[in-house]
Nanobody
Framework: QVQLVESGGGLVQAGGSLRLSCAAS????????MGWFRQAPGKEREFVAV????????YYVDSLKGRFTISRDNAKKTVYLQMNSLKPEDTAVYYC???????????????WGQGTQVTVSS
């Protein structure tokens, strides 16, 4: 069974930064792509970013390019999401997930984490 545990969420003022972490266990972390997603109140869960197994390739939703950066440390079995210049509309529960590259982009991962709340105040 795969376990994904997110951390690093919290309350931040607009313009601030947060770094989310997602620690994985249960299968060979370095063999799979990892992704970040978010779900705002009353909205569907949406794709944010994906990184391939080695970290050599990344892909972002267009609206977040330049502000968010996904990275991974296979030795620590952890994936990160650096979020800069945060806006109130970034407020959401952020989830990490694992699976195939295309499935992650299609919001069809193999496994989800439990999520971490990010709240951006104006």
């Amino acid at each position: 069974q795969v376990q994904l545990v997110e951390s690093g969420g919290g309350l931040v003022q607009a313009g601030g930064s947060l770094r989310l972490s997602c620690a994985a266990s249960g299968r060979t972390f370095s063999s799979y792509a990892m992704g970040w997603f978010r779900q705002a109140p009353g909205k569907e869960r949406e794709f944010v970013a994906v990184i391939n197994w080695s970290g050599s390739s990344t892909y972002y939703v267009d609206s977040l390019k330049g502000r968010f950066t996904i990275s991974r440390d296979n030795a620590k079995k952890t994936v990160y999401l650096q979020m800069n210049s945060l806006k109130p509309e970034d407020t959401a529960v952020y989830y990490c997930a694992t699976g195939g590259w295309n499935n992650l982009r299609g919001v069809r991962p193999d496994y989800w984490g439990q999520g971490t709340q990010v709240t951006v105040s104006s």
